[in-house]
């Protein structure tokens, strides 16, 4: 505040090259939310009516709302046990429209990227790819633009998301791993023969209503002069946003991650081995999570009854969660003709879901105030 420059400036440029170094990619754009991140980069791609972008039914609103705000055609296609989007289940739903895959790293855990990547370079899924403007043309496939919202630092195969398709998308929203309040970035990180600098450019003018100069270059003396080049949006990170990112990104590794692991391993310890417990996957072989969420799910139970178990927990002055109401059952998407009875294994995951707390400053006691309080639900309940 008192370096008396609040909106996009020095703060902005400096935190985009902190995430640029931390995801290893060529260039980071930060917006004002992932969701309008998610939405200028269909724009770019130029995604409107008769256009289908293939989306989990499990996640947040926000993945699938973009594509509607563009006239395009959000394709769901149910998740696996893992709350994860499945390549078979995309190559399933990919027609002649298809033209961007939307895969969600829900609580933190990073889809199949291999796979998925595999998918839309294969040469019979090219072959039929339906370029129908110039960005098309040059990416000559779908586009696989992940919604990372969940998955800052996140790792597969040993390197980070951002780094694992095309596009990535972040949130720094308040409930997020890593927040400036609200906030997203954008990572670029599509293949050789495009510029990332000139796309850089080129989005960040998308970014700011299609005007030539940001408000910073035009207080250079004598550089009044601007012009606009198209019908642009306002969704620039503001540098107060940004000044929050920076303080937090240098503490994300070390402190913010350790911590959420640790309160990870404190819950699977205490309901690994009880069997009315399913406890989550948050590190493999292959990956890593962000730690964002922890899913438990009781093993046998109805939505009635999980239902029945959250009121319990509450009960004890317990704060729990559900992550997410699928989408064909909210109303918005029901309008749409989205029937949850196309999505079982989506449905099933919801319906014995129970996300624990996960925060920096819950202390070890309170964890296992949590995990009493679980316990005891579940007595009184299963
Ligand atoms: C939070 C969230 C978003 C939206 O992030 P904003 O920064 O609030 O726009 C998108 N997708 C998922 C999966 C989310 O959880």
Known sequence: MKSGWITTGPRTKAFEQKLVAYCGVPRVLCVSSASAGLELIL?????????EVIVPAYTYTATAEVVLHCGAKPVMVDVGDDFLITPDNIRKAITPNTKVIIPVDIAGFPCDYDDINRIVNEPSIRDQFHPTNDVQRQLGRILVMSDAAHSLGARYKNRRTGALTDITVFSFHAVKNLTT????AICLNLPEHF???ALYRELCTFSLHG???DALAKTKP????YDVTCAGYKCNMTDVAAAIGLIEIDRYDDLILQRRRK???AYTQAFKDDNRFQIPEFET???TSSFHVYALRLRQADEARRDAVIQRIFDQEVSVNVHFIPLPLLICYKKLGYDIRNYPVTYDNYSREISLPVYYDLTDEQVQTVIAAVNRAVDLEC
């Open 43 to 51: 724009r770019w791609f130029g995604i409107g009516p008769g256009d």
């Open 195 to 197: 510029d990332a600098d």
């Open 181 to 184: 309040a609200e906030g997203g």
């Open 263 to 265: 309160i990870f391993e």
């Open 222 to 225: 004598g550089n009044w002069r």
């Open 211 to 213: 005007q030539s100069k």
């Open 285 to 287: 072989l292959d990956k």
